[in-house]
C-alpha cells in the first residue's frame, strides 16, 4: 500500500475444495469488515485459480484460505505460484481451518503450507482475532515469505 | 401479483413423469400397482391418523440412516422397540445429490468391506422393491429424511417402497443444503413432488408433507422460519397436498420457542383458510437442538431431556430427537434407542401441555406474527403469474433471506444475534421487509442485553455455541 492512501485494505476470502462448510466464512466476513478491511467473499467451493482470478480482479492486498474438511492440502500447494505467474506475487497469503485431515503436530503443518507459500497458517484455531492482527501487522511489513527470501 | 391458488395446480404432470419414471434404478415403478400396495398397509402407517389419534404428548420421531439393508432393518427394529412413533429413513448425501452411480458404487464397496461409505440409505439405489422388505409388519409411519433439491426420483421410489411422509420443500431443502442448486429450478421440482404426493393420497389417507423449519440450524430468526414454513404449505396445498407439518427448531430461548409454536399454529391455520385450503390437516412438529452440540455426553442428554420438556410444553404434535453422539457423528442404533427412550421418559414424567403465558411471551409473540404478517404481505405483493414466482422474486430481492446459507444466490444481508433472554434479534434486517417499527423493537430487545461483546463477530460466536 502507498503511505497515507485512505484506501482499506481489500481482502480476497473464500473456502477451497468442494467444501460447503459457510459458517466460519460468514463469521470472518463479518470480523474483517469490522476491523475496516474491504472483503470480497467468494463462498464455497471454490478453487485455487478462483481465488487468484478474484485477487487480480480486486487488486486485492491480500487472500485467506479456508478449509474445513481438510481439502486445504490437496489444493493449496501451488497457489503462490499461481499468483507469481499472474504478477501477483506480493499478495499476502493465508490458510486456516482444518486445513488438513486428521490428527498431525501444528508445527508440521505450518511447516508444510509455509512451504507452499502461505504467509500464515492458523489450524485449528477458532478465533480469528489473532489473525486479523497479524494482517495489520503483515501489511506494514509485507510479505513474511519475501522477508525469508531475503534475508 | 400472485397468491396462492388452485389454479397453480399442475395438470400436465405425465410427460415429465414418464421421463422420470423411465430411469432404469425406478425399476419399472407402475402409479396403479404402487397404489394398489398403499391400499394394503394399515391406517398406522399414514401421519395424519397418527396425529389424530395421538394423546397428550408429541409423538417421537429418531434419525437414522445407514447403508446396508440388513444394517437398515436392524436398526428401524431397534428403534421401533425402543418407542419410536415415527421410523426415519435418512438418505446419504450422493443420492441427495442426484449421484445415484457413485451411491451404487459405495453401497456395493460397503456390502464388500463391510464397512460403511455412505452417511445414510441409498433408497433409490436399493430400490423400491426391496425396501418394502425393511416395513413388513409395520404399524407406524416411515418418514423420508434428506435434503434433496431434485427429489422427484427419490419420493416416487420412497412412496414405492411404503415411506407416506415425505419431509422437505422447494426452499426448505435448497437454501440449507445447496451451494449452486438454481432456487427456481427447485421450485418447479418440489411442485412435482406435492402434487405427486397428492395423486397418490386417498381423502381418509393422504400422503403427507412435512416442512423442514430449522433451515440452516444457526441463528435463524423465527419470522424467517415462519415465513417459508408457511409458503410451503401454501405451495403444497396448491398442488393438492392434504396434510402438512409446518416445523421449526429448537431456537435456544425457551420464551421464543413457547411465541414461535404459537405464531406458527395460528398463522399457518389463517393462510392456508384465507386461500381456499381449509381442509388441509395441519400438524406441528419441533426439532431438538440442531446447532453445535456438546461433546460431552451429560451435557447433550441434559439437552436432549430440556427440549424434550419444551417439546411437551408447546403440545407439539411430534419431536424430532437427536442423540448423545450427535457431535461426535452418526450414532449407533443403541444410543438412538437411549435417546427415544430418554424423551419418552421426560414426556412422561413432566407432562405439560397447556397454556403457558407470561407478557414476555406476549410481547415475543406479538412481534413475530407483526413481522410473518409483513413479509408474507410483502412477497404476496410481488409480481409473478404464479405465486411459486413471487416466491423466487422474493429470494432474488433478499426478502427470505436464511443466514448461514451456503446457497450462493442467498442475500446474507440480515444479521442475527441473540438477547439477555437467548431469544434470536434481528439486528440488521438487511432486505427483508419488517416495519419500522418491529426493526426498532428488534435492535432494543438486543440492546437491553447486559453482556454484549463490543465486536459483532465476538458476539455471533458465543451466540451459535450457546448449547455447548
Known amino acids: 500500500m502507498t503511505a497515507g492512501a485512505p484506501r482499506r485494505p481489500r481482502l480476497v476470502i473464500g473456502v477451497i475444495g468442494d467444501d460447503i462448510h459457510v459458517v466460519g466464512n460468514r463469521i470472518m466476513h463479518l470480523a474483517l469488515e469490522e476491523s475496516g478491511c474491504q472483503v470480497f467473499n467468494l463462498r464455497t467451493r471454490n478453487r485455487p485459480e478462483h481465488f487468484c482470478q478474484a485477487a487480480l480482479e480486486t487488486n486485492a492486498d491480500a487472500v485467506f484460505v ?3 474438511n481438510g481439502e486445504g492440502e490437496y489444493w493449496c500447494a501451488d497457489f503462490r505460484h499461481r499468483l507469481t505467474a499472474m504478477g501477483m506475487g506480493q499478495v499476502l497469503l493465508y490458510v486456516g481451518g482444518n486445513v488438513v485431515v486428521g490428527n498431525r503436530p501444528e508445527a508440521e503443518v505450518e511447516a508444510l503450507f509455509r512451504g507452499y507459500g502461505f504467509d500464515r497458517v492458523y489450524h485449528q484455531r477458532p478465533d480469528i482475532g489473532a489473525a486479523i492482527v497479524d494482517l495489520f501487522e503483515d501489511l506494514k511489513n509485507g510479505t513474511t515469505q519475501r522477508i525469508r527470501a531475503t534475508a | 401479483m400472485a397468491r396462492p391458488s388452485v389454479s397453480a395446480r399442475l395438470h400436465d404432470l405425465e410427460r415429465q413423469r414418464a421421463q422420470v419414471l423411465s430411469h432404469p434404478l425406478a425399476r419399472g415403478i407402475a402409479p396403479d400397482e404402487v397404489q394398489r400396495f398403499l391400499a394394503t398397509l394399515p391406517d398406522q402407517r399414514f401421519p395424519s ?8 404428548t408429541p409423538l417421537i420421531q429418531p434419525r437414522g440412516g445407514v447403508p446396508l439393508f440388513e444394517d437398515q432393518l436392524a436398526l428401524t427394529q431397534a428403534l421401533s422397540s425402543a418407542g419410536a412413533d415415527f421410523i426415519p429413513l435418512t438418505i446419504d448425501s450422493y443420492t441427495r445429490h ?11 464397496r460397503s456390502e464388500e468391506e463391510g464397512r460403511s461409505y455412505l452417511n445414510g440409505y441409498p433408497l433409490v439405489s436399493h430400490g423400491h422393491e426391496l425396501t418394502r422388505q425393511l416395513y413388513v409388519g409395520l404399524d407406524k409411519p416411515v418418514s423420508l429424511r434428506h435434503g434433496t433439491p431434485d427429489a422427484r426420483l427419490l419420493v416416487e421410489v420412497a412412496i414405492a417402497s411404503g415411506i407416506v411422509e415425505i419431509e422437505g420443500g422447494g426452499l426448505c431443502y435448497c437454501l440449507p443444503y445447496s451451494e449452486g442448486f438454481p432456487l427456481d429450478r427447485c421450485l418447479l421440482y418440489w411442485q412435482y413432488v406435492d402434487r405427486v404426493c397428492a ?16 433451515l440452516s440450524a444457526t441463528l435463524v430468526p423465527p419470522a424467517i422460519a415462519m415465513a417459508i414454513e408457511i409458503v410451503e ?3 403444497a396445498a396448491e398442488q393438492g397436498v392434504a396434510s402438512f407439518a409446518v416445523s421449526f427448531g429448537q431456537t435456544g430461548s425457551f420464551i421464543q420457542d413457547v411465541a414461535t409454536a404459537r405464531v406458527l399454529r395460528k398463522l399457518a391455520r389463517h393462510y392456508l383458510d384465507e386461500f381456499g385450503f381449509g381442509s388441509v390437516r395441519l400438524s406441528l412438529v419441533y426439532h431438538q437442538w440442531m446447532g453445535q452440540f456438546p461433546a460431552q455426553r451429560e451435557r447433550a442428554a441434559a439437552l ?4 424434550a420438556l419444551i417439546a411437551g410444553v408447546i403440545d407439539a404434535d411430534k419431536i424430532v430427537v437427536k442423540t448423545v453422539d450427535e457431535a461426535l457423528g452418526i450414532p449407533r442404533p443403541s444410543v438412538n434407542a437411549e435417546a427415544v427412550d430418554t424423551v419418552r421418559y421426560v414426556l412422561r414424567t413432566f407432562s405439560a401441555a397447556g397454556a403457558i403465558d407470561s407478557p414476555t411471551i406476549e410481547l415475543e409473540a406479538t412481534l413475530l406474527e407483526s413481522e410473518v404478517r409483513s413479509i408474507l404481505g410483502a412477497i404476496f405483493a410481488l409480481s409473478g403469474d404464479v405465486f411459486w414466482e413471487s416466491v423466487y422474486r422474493a429470494f432474488q430481492l ?5 443466514p448461514f446459507s451456503p446457497h450462493a444466490d442467498n442475500a446474507n444481508k440480515l444479521v442475527s444475534m441473540r438477547d439477555g433472554n437467548h431469544s434470536i434479534r434481528i439486528s440488521d434486517a438487511g432486505q427483508v421487509p419488517i416495519s419500522a417499527a418491529d426493526a426498532a423493537t428488534e435492535r432494543r430487545l438486543l440492546e437491553a442485553r447486559a453482556d454484549r461483546s463490543d465486536l459483532t ?9 450457546l448449547m455447548v
Open chain 2, 304 to 307: 436432549i431431556a430440556g427440549s
Open chain 2, 457 to 465: 463477530y465476538r458476539q455471533m460466536l458465543a451466540d451459535i455455541s
Open chain 2, 233 to 235: 404449505a401454501l405451495l
Open chain 1, 66 to 68: 479456508s478449509s474445513l
Open chain 2, 49 to 56: 391418523l397418527c396425529y389424530a389419534a395421538r394423546g397428550a
Open chain 2, 199 to 214: 395423486l397418490y393420497s386417498t381423502p381418509q389417507r393422504p400422503v403427507h408433507r412435512e416442512s423442514f423449519g430449522p
Open chain 2, 98 to 108: 442426484n449421484q445415484y452411480d457413485t451411491a451404487t458404487q459405495l453401497l456395493k
Open chain 2, 398 to 402: 433478499g426478502y427470505l433471506d436464511v
